[in-house]
């Protein structure tokens, strides 16, 4: 019999350890298997603890399909049956909010007032904490959003912990410049140093052609980047015209990038 796949949603939830999975298998071998493990498009949406612990005691799962009407359904499901009382309000909004970026938030960049409402009181939680998770889960560091999850650290905690890095070799926290924190912000990425994005520039992974914050030009971002004055990026901005007889592309992210990078490397 071919091993069934977990379904997305079900990935948002923590599985037992190897020793929980050897006790549950035990119990399932005394006691039989009363819930089934439902499935949803082929995965298993629910159950994977169940049919892991089936496995390992050779036994037959029992499974069950079922039919959901859309994403939407089946997250309300899922948040139903795998919610724990032991869970912290923290690792509750966090799930919550991760389950809801598969579904009605796929293509979202920001939370409306309504939104964030909504699911707070279905929580049974503050706003406040709702947005703590959206912008968690938005700055796409896995591990972080895992460490929430798990109950290793609280939403608080995780979001003061954003754009902020760690020198090698030191425990001490080192916040982002101003300008590269923005970029983050605005591309949906999590560089922590000015160079790795150059990297990743050089190397064709950024490719965005995304307007910078307001459909504007900072040249206070951009001296933050480069490590220079307003009055000195000025004089880079006529010599770069001067150059290469046109003005520097500041209409995108890449290009404000490009031109910090140019700028970096004038005296």
């Not at 914050?213 to 770069?240: C, F, W």
């Given at each position: ?36 493990i ?34 939407d ?29 598969k ?25 406040n ?10 700055s ?23 754009g902020?890095?760690v ?13 590269l ?67 520097p ?19």
């Amino acid at each position: 019999m071919k091993k069934l796949k977990y379904h997305e949603l079900a990935n948002e939830f923590p599985m037992r350890d190897e020793a929980g999975i050897k006790a549950l298998a035990e119990h399932i071998k005394t006691k039989k298997q009363f819930d089934p493990i439902i499935l949803w498009e082929g995965k298993i949406l629910d159950g994977r603890n169940r049919y892991e612990a089936c496995l390992s005691a050779g036994i037959k799962p029992k499974l069950e399909e079922r039919e959901f009407d859309g994403v939407d359904e089946a997250v309300a499901f899922v948040e139903a049956t795998n919610f724990s009382r032991e869970w912290t309000a923290s690792q509750k909004t966090m799930t919550a909010v991760s389950l809801r970026f598969k579904g009605q938030w796929r293509n979202q960049t920001k939370l409306t007032r309504k939104e964030r409402d909504t699911l707070a009181t279905n929580l049974g939680v503050s706003d406040n904490l709702v947005g703590k998770a959206f912008k968690i889960y938005k700055s796409r560091d896995k591990d972080l959003i895992a460490e929430v999850k798990s109950g290793k650290i609280g939403l608080p905690k995780a979001a003061k912990s954003l754009g902020k890095s760690v020198e090698p070799g030191s425990t001490k926290p080192k916040k982002l410049a101003p300008g590269l924190a923005k970029i983050n912000n605005e591309m949906g990425s999590n560089f922590k140093t000015f160079d790795e994005l150059i990297e990743q520039m050089k190397s064709g992974a950024v490719t965005t052609k995304t307007p910078p914050p307001d459909n504007s030009v900072d040249m206070k971002q951009i001296g933050e980047l480069a490590d220079h004055t307003v009055d000195e990026l000025r004089e880079i901005y006529k010599y770069h015209k001067k150059k290469f007889g046109k003005v520097p592309d500041l209409k995108s992210i890449k290009g404000v990038i490009e031109f910090a990078l140019f700028a970096k490397t004038r005296a």
